[in-house]
């Protein structure tokens, strides 16, 4: 064995033990990929009854066994994406599917991408099987995506990895719940975000704009405002010095717009076997040591600009305090009534 990575890399073989930690063991990227090619080698090698298929992802091979067609080729590097290719290559001869997943961006793959199902198969239904305690229940992809309608399918890759996934960070104290309940009340946001399945991997500015404006709304419900540094000003000189309860400022939000926009095209072009290939560094990311890093936000800290521990208590006007002495200008974090 060897360290490489978080994990300790293990050789997988038939007769290799099995890792006393599996959490320990999955964090190597090394030993999931040869992992993976060991089951589908040894699922090829079995034997299943007449008139069953079956289909295995090995790299970007598909193999099969059974006398189904065969799949193309595949360059996903997500389980996730690939759960639609899957599907919409049985749905060119079946019209009943069912998906068993209990990952929410599965569902919302699916939902974005419902009218490119609809599309290869009108007559389709698709369940979701989940595994709610000891339980297993289904729901009707069908029904949800009747009930949002297709613009708001279009648009829940983007508005999904906007507001938290498993790739992209979320709004602190502000969870998905609190997200849904304000969706339709800014308006043209929905139908903003679904133009992603057009114009994937582009950031507009009419979709910056939207994007702020729902920000905005959703930390300060009465704002009208759609300049997000106003309303972050307001909210930590007025009612709250957390700045984890505040929202970003404008570049930093704007970098995670970049990022989501890039997963959530990812998300919607995820029909597409061999989809096109595009550099997270263009879209809020970088690469330090290899490694992907995001790009938080591209302006200097603030603890390296401003004084933020200076301000006065004056009743009135300054005179001899620290603003004086420092030579600086009142904020909104001073009590006087000096010109802000």
Known sequence: MEKRGTGIRQRISGTAKIPGNWQNFLANVDNKKELFSFLSKKITEEHFPDGKNVYITAGEQVQHIGNGPPMDQCNHEEADTRV?????????????????????????????????IKALNPAAEIWISYKEGNANKMISLNTIATNLGTTTCKAMALFH????????????????????????????LMEQFATIVDTPFQTSPRL????????????????????????????FSQKTRDVERVPPTSDALDQHLRRSVFQASIWTTAHISMMPINSPT????????????????????????FHLDVKCTCPITCSRCKCVKTKLKCTRQCKCTCEK
């Open 282 to 305: 263009n879209h809020g990311w970088k690469e330090e040591d290899g490694k992907l890093l995001p790009i938080w936000t591209t302006l200097p800290l603030a603890k390296d600009v």
């Open 84 to 116: 639609l290719v899957h599907l919409l290559h049985a749905l060119q001869s079946l019209s009943l599917g069912m998906v068993y997943t209990g990952d929410t961006d599965v569902v919302v793959i699916l939902l974005s991408n419902f009218h490119h």
């Open 161 to 188: 990895a906007f507001t938290g996934s498993d790739s992209t960070s979320s709004f602190k104290f502000k969870g998905k719940r609190s997200c849904c309940t304000l969706m339709h009340e800014v308006p043209s």
């Open 208 to 235: 910056k704009e939207v994007a702020t404006n729902f920000v905005c709304r959703l930390y300060s419900n009465d704002s009208n405002e759609d300049n997000v540094d106003l309303v972050r000003m307001r909210l």
